[in-house]
Nanobody, 121 residues
């Protein structure tokens, strides 16, 4: 059962923009929703996160270019990526932490399957 669904990846030229979205169907809320990325042959690294109450955190490498936002009504988050660089090329993963549905709180992490972002120089 897929619990975290990402969308919005694609190919873009350097300097362009993409908007990623992540939804967690069936859950009323998640305490933290985060984006990570993993480039070819690299480790998975933190990109940005936002708490249920709207407190964001963004990695220095992308700060000023990437903006995270949320839609609590849909239990979804977006990652607006501007001024994309070749080195932003990676698989982008959404992680949902501490989610509740039907009165049951699930404290663990849920990962999506990723969405590919490719930036050509």
């Amino acid at each position: 059962v897929v619990q975290v669904v990402e969308s919005g990846g694609g190919s873009v030229q350097a300097g362009g923009s993409l908007r990623l979205s992540c939804v967690v169907p069936g859950y009323n809320y998640c305490n933290v929703m985060s984006w990570y990325r993993q480039g070819p042959g690299k480790e998975r690294n933190f990109v940005s996160s936002i708490t249920r109450f709207g407190l964001p955190s963004t990695a220095p490498l992308v700060k000023g270019r990437f903006t995270i936002s949320q839609d609590n009504a849909k239990n979804s988050v977006n990652l607006q990526m501007n001024s994309l660089k070749f080195e932003d090329t990676a698989m982008y993963y959404c992680k949902a932490t501490g989610c509740e549905r039907s009165g049951v709180f699930e404290p663990g992490e849920k990962w999506g399957q990723g969405t590919q972002v490719t930036v050509s120089s």
